[in-house]
């Protein structure tokens, strides 16, 4: 299929002809070819174009996109986006940006199709790269020809190019004298992909000429394998066994256990993803997580920004709570303490004994005699003890917690009210037996824990 036919093909199926394409272009000669092409075929198109400022060429890439779009394209909207900042792996930052700002110039201009220049090469670098990392059958699929982008049912990420060899683009360059200019960074060994561009594709094709098509053709057989048979199963299997929470999401192992393990750790990907989107989900660590099914309860697997638990009946997905403060000054005068997790407010009060001792677990009372400031609250620290109300000797908190059956991934959250003598109270279970209320008290102190909308179970 030729470059024309193959762009013709997708702007049919996305009906790109009745309403604008967004197309990103970087001034290469990928995405300049596309961008060429769907002119040819009379697209209505709005190009979005991302200057990152990382290169001394940034800008001349720039004026090439402008210019050219002035001449060939004049009535097509050119989208010039400058980020601010670019944190974390470079090169990921700089797909988020591109693909967000072209989400967002999809909305702006009324378009349901969002076009990139991926081609063939790409499609086995890609490959290659799954490969390498360790994958399963989607990894080996490759990229889609298209999906949503950013989950957004009405605006699709098409790749017209996917298919195409590298060779007809520079042949569609080369006749239709399409101005592109090089990305330097194409050439440095410090980046993978590169390498595999550089290095070892010249070596598979040394074995066969055709190595690219091939594994092109295999990436596209399992990608309809995978579209049509392992996702459907995989997301029956998934939606039967998941559930939502306000701080992830868990999986009934009754699910991990009777699937393959290949399914098993396709399982446990998609845990991460939907419930914790900002976790790691990389084969190593969803593999990780797999192995959980058979391990001991309370074991767990760390996910970068989320913690997976192995529970009595779950996989448990926790999204990393918020950083709490070392310590929060607690007075009776001032106005509630405000926490990540919720508010604290102190207040002098005078309450019968009896109903001192059966207020609700966010509610507790002590004697006012007993309050010695500084009154702080604080998470619990390893160490902490106290003699629980209606005890004789001391406990930990760690023990308490253990007791009141409060889930090891909670437990970074708990907070307790520390006077300069000794713990109070364990917010939300016991007070210290010492500053209880009793028969003699004249004054109380109320301690009330407002927990924060989706704080909590």
Not at 181 to 188: K, L
Not at 199 to 204: D, R, S, T, Y
Not at 288 to 301: P, S, Y
């Amino acid at each position: 299929m030729s470059i024309r036919e193959a762009v013709a093909s997708v702007l049919a199926d996305a009906e790109g002809r009745a309403a604008p394409v967004v197309v990103g272009v970087s001034g290469g000669i990928d995405s300049m070819v596309l961008t060429h092409a769907l002119a040819a075929e009379g697209a209505r198109g709005v190009i979005v174009h991302v200057n990152y400022g990382l290169r001394p060429t940034a800008d001349a890439d720039t004026a090439l996109v402008q210019t050219w779009a002035e001449e060939h394209v004049p009535d097509w909207p050119v989208v010039v986006h400058h980020p601010a900042t670019l944190s974390g792996n470079t090169q990921e930052a700089a797909r988020r940006v591109r693909y967000a700002e072209m989400h967002r110039a999809a909305h702006a201009h009324g378009s349901r199709a969002v076009l990139v220049a991926h081609h063939q090469r790409d499609q086995v670098e890609t490959v290659l790269l799954h490969l390498l990392r360790g994958t399963g059958p989607r990894g080996l699929a490759g990229m889609p020809h298209s999906r949503p982008l950013h989950n957004d049912p009405d605006v699709r990420l098409w790749r017209p190019l996917l298919h195409t060899p590298k060779a007809d683009i520079e042949a569609y360059a080369e006749t239709h004298r399409v101005p592109y200019r090089a990305d330097p960074t194409n050439t440095r060994a410090a980046y993978t992909r590169n390498r595999l561009r550089h290095e070892v594709l010249p070596v598979l094709r040394d074995i066969a000429s055709d190595a690219e098509a091939r594994i092109d053709d295999t990436a596209r057989l399992l990608r309809s394998y995978v579209d049509e048979h392992w996702t459907p199963a995989l997301r029956a299997r998934f939606d039967a066994a998941y559930t939502s929470t306000p701080h992830g999401g868990r999986l009934d192992l009754t699910s991990m256990r009777d699937a393959a393990p290949v399914m098993q750790t396709a399982l446990a990907r998609t845990l991460l993803r939907t419930a914790c989107p900002d976790a790691a989900h990389t084969q190593a660590v969803a593999e990780a997580v797999a192995d959980l099914t058979d391990a001991q309860v309370g074991r767990r697997v760390e996910a970068g920004a989320a913690t997976v638990w192995r529970t009595r009946t779950h996989l448990e997905a926790v999204a990393d709570p918020p950083a709490l403060p070392n310590a929060q000054p607690v007075s009776l005068a001032d106005p509630p303490v405000q926490l990540p997790t919720g508010t604290l407010h102190c207040a002098k009060t005078t309450v019968p004994v009896q109903r001192a001792l059966r207020e609700s677990s966010n509610t507790a009372y002590v004697d006012a005699a007993q309050w010695h400031p500084p009154v702080t609250v604080r998470p619990w620290r390893s160490g902490d003890r106290l003699q629980p109300l209606g005890m004789t000797g001391h406990k930990s908190v760690s023990d308490l917690l253990t007791d009141a059956k409060v889930p090891p991934h909670r437990r970074g959250e708990q907070l307790v009210v520390v006077d300069a003598t000794r713990i109070l109270w364990v917010v939300g279970h016991r007070i210290h037996h010492a500053a209880r209320v009793t028969a003699s008290t004249n004054c109380a102190v109320q301690m009330r824990w407002k927990p924060r909308p989706n704080a909590g179970e």
